[in-house]
């Protein structure tokens, strides 16, 4: 079924990025074939796709953006997954500038890659496959930005080839570049009446806007200009011109065999043996789960979720609720399913033995406490650790809510903000609603779109960054709705100025 990316992706998996600290290093061992054929185009930019369908984004880059979020934590449990207390830095938002590497050192490999591929594609007979496949790597490049531009604020724009340590630009630069790149490449993009395998985990001229409409929903923090309009201009256009529908069953966006739905705009494409990255049952659930869900291999009680969070999802009759695990567990048939002498019980409640290293402690029912998640549902059919499950990055249920969101805040039409809103609830059989507030849009999108990568981008947009659950406090000061520039890339470049606070 993903046949197609998956020759890409295929292409390229043996062929990693070298070089993690340098901003813009060519890549060596990459395809360097200059395509003439669509699937010469399709294999030269493979490399490009393979940085989201890797272990640094699903992994690397997703803890980081959410464990440092109410959606996930992981708890010290008796000194596993204590590793030297990064995971209560990211919690607690006490981390350094020696600690955030990971997604700094993906987003510029990936926009390296971006920069080398364009390079390779410019110097192809001008062609439409030219044309469609310089925009679609453009828009990628346009993704990474402005995940480095939310995480980090002033950050580089590369060049390929250039030996010169790159100087900083502006966020309200770096926003007018990603714009500026996603208006030029979306004439050249497909724009497909329903989600195809052709396009499937590729850009089209509907992740275009949609990317257009959240840089808009978020210029006011990004630039200090508010631009709501805009985003219910490129919202407006997604609803009325795609095609697109929500998928009739909230869980089959999620599974492991969730390929091709009407809704997903753009999806990171996984597969347990040809684009492994997806580790979400692994260190999830409890390892005395492995049985129920016929897993071929045993999970290692790593994360949960924070009892704040989980609280949000206590509507009637709403189909979300299933994607948690909690309190006392059972096997399909209704049997007991014991850790050790004890049922397993997953406990919304999260209890500290030693605040400090924030350990449950040795108690059996300690180390398993917290809520978990099976949104991106276990696959039986994995042999091994990965999982086939993609995980969408944008999808028609975000744009609704999105929309809902902008018109709010400029003042536009609340009937249809309501609609849209009701249009989400009622596709998981949620209570609708005849008003709206902008906390209910906030605690809507935590529901909708818990463990998709949007939580962080969320808190900060609605001024909830500072807030405490878990075990942070709250309070801290506004600088941390950056993350610090990693330490090594202020070494290697002394153009870099770091980010305040750090």
Request: glycine residues 6%; charged residues 20%; negative net charge.
């Amino acid at each position: 079924m993903k046949a197609l990316l998956y020759i890409a992706i295929s292409a390229t998996l043996m062929m990693a990025a070298a070089g993690c600290t340098k901003l813009d290093v060519p890549v060596e061992s990459q395809l360097t074939t200059i395509p003439n054929t669509q699937e010469g185009y399709v294999a030269a930019t493979g490399s490009v796709y393979q940085k989201m369908s890797s272990q640094s984004f699903a992994v690397d880059f997703w803890r980081v953006i959410e464990l440092s979020t109410d959606e996930a934590m992981i708890p010290n449990r008796n000194g596993s997954y204590y590793d030297n207390g990064s995971y209560i830095k990211w919690h607690k938002h006490t981390w350094t500038s020696s600690d955030l590497d990971a997604p700094w050192n993906w987003g510029y490999s990936s926009i390296s890659e971006c920069n080398r591929v364009l390079n390779l594609l410019s110097k192809a007979d001008s062609s439409a496959l030219r044309t469609q496949f310089t925009a679609e790597i453009r828009t990628m490049r346009a993704l990474f930005y402005f995940y480095m531009m939310d995480l980090y604020g002033n950050v580089p724009i590369t060049t390929y080839g250039s030996t010169a340590s790159p100087t900083q630009s502006t966020r309200a630069e770096i926003f007018n570049y990603i714009e500026s790149e996603l208006l030029a490449a979306a004439p050249g993009l497909g724009a497909p009446s329903t989600v195809t395998l052709e396009y499937y985990g590729r850009p089209t001229l509907w992740m275009a806007y949609a990317l257009l409409q959240k840089l808009y929903l978020n210029a006011e923090y990004y630039t200090g200009t508010a631009r709501y309009d805009d985003a219910v201009t490129y919202g407006k256009k997604i609803m009325d011109e795609s095609g697109l529908s929500l998928e009739k069953s909230y869980m089959n966006l999620f599974s492991p065999d969730n390929t091709a739905n009407n809704e997903t705009i753009f999806v990171a494409v996984f597969d347990a043996n040809k684009a492994t990255g997806n580790y979400f049952t692994r260190y999830t659930l409890h390892g005395t789960l492995k049985a129920k869900y016929g897993l071929n291999f045993s999970p290692s009680n790593a994360m949960c979720t924070s009892p704040e969070f989980f609280d949000l999802f206590s509507l009637a009759g709403d189909a979300r609720d299933t994607t948690w695990l909690s309190g006392l567990q059972y096997d399909f048939a209704g049997n007991k399913i014991m850790n050790g002498s004890y049922q397993l019980n997953l406990t919304r409640e999260i209890t500290l033995t030693d605040a400090a290293t924030m350990n449950v402690g040795a108690e059996v029912n300690g180390v398993s406490c917290g809520a978990r998640s099976i949104k991106f549902y276990p696959d039986p059919n994995a042999v091994n650790r990965y999982q086939n499950n993609d995980i969408p990055v944008l999808r028609l249920a975000d744009v609704y809510l999105m929309q809902a969101e902008a018109l709010l805040r400029n003042g536009g039409s609340t009937a249809t903000a309501v609609e849209l809103f009701n249009k989400v609830r009622s596709r998981v059989n949620a209570p609708t609603v005849t008003s709206l507030t902008l906390q209910d849009i906030l605690d809507e999108r935590g529901r909708e779109l818990a463990w998709e990568g949007w939580r962080r981008n969320d808190l900060i947009r609605f001024g909830k960054w500072e807030g405490s659950w878990g075990f942070k406090t709250g309070g801290e000061a506004t600088t941390r709705r950056l993350f610090p520039i990693p330490a090594t890339e202020i070494v290697l470049n002394a153009n870099l100025v770091q980010n305040e606070g750090y």
